[in-house]
């Protein structure tokens, strides 16, 4: 597996109260994506990074902020937590290039009471 | 925006059998397709990929072939064996400049039976 950790791996909130979510790389890959798995879903974009500072929405960015201070960090923030953010949140990163492998971190499983 | 429709949603072989999955996508400018397969419990992993130049790629026991025309592709697998057991996702998404959005299929579980 590439080197790719999330913390944390499991979190169970409340609804209203904000989350930060951590994606870590030692790969010092340019890329890194944010995804949300559901059941009936596969993977669905929510941002992604293309170098330090510099992010952009997915398809489901509604609800989610991100920040990327250093190369190998990526945050995603929920700034007030609700039930329908409830699921499992997939970091990957990508070394663009010669080739568009997307590499998966383990994952954060997330549920809002 | 790209959508992916991936079928079937479940499927059962016979260990030995051969399985194929199929998917279209819709944005006519997707260049890459890439296969995950993910077991339970467990992250992602890429298995195969193909880009639009190409129509049929192969590694062992998997190959992909892409239909441009029809905007559909499928994976194969032979000789499934139960380790094979896990769930398949499809992915299509073209080139931005920047980062590879990828839109992912719904997945296909498959179930590799002894």
Not at chain 2, 36 to 54: A, C, F, H, M, T
């Amino acid at each position: 597996d590439a080197g790719i950790t999330q913390s944390p791996r499991h979190k169970v909130t409340e609804t209203g109260t904000p989350v930060t979510l951590r994606c870590h790389q030692t790969e010092n890959h340019r890329y890194m994506y944010w995804y949300r798995q559901d059941p009936g879903h596969g993977l669905r974009l929510i941002h992604y990074s293309y170098g330090v500072k510099d992010t952009d929405k997915g398809e489901v960015s509604d609800g989610y902020s991100v920040s990327r201070s250093k190369t190998e960090d990526f945050l995603l923030t929920l700034e007030s937590a609700t039930s329908s953010q409830t699921s499992v949140y997939f970091c990957a990163i990508s070394d663009g290039g010669s080739t568009d492998t997307q590499y998966f971190g383990p994952g954060t499983r997330l549920t809002v009471l | 925006g790209e959508n992916v429709e991936q079928h079937p949603s479940t499927l059962s072989v016979q260990e030995g059998d051969s399985a194929v999955i199929k998917c279209t996508y819709s944005d006519s400018a997707s260049n890459y397709f890439p296969w995950y397969k993910q077991e339970l419990g467990k992250r992602p992993q890429l298995i195969i990929d193909i880009r639009s130049n190409v129509g049929e790629k192969k590694d062992q026991r998997i190959a992909v072939t892409l239909n441009k025309t029809a905007k559909h592709f499928s994976l194969h697998i032979t000789e499934t064996q139960p380790e094979d057991s896990a769930v398949y996702f499809c992915a299509a998404s073209r080139s931005s400049g920047s980062a590879r959005q990828l839109t992912f299929g719904s997945g296909t579980q498959l179930t590799v039976l002894p």
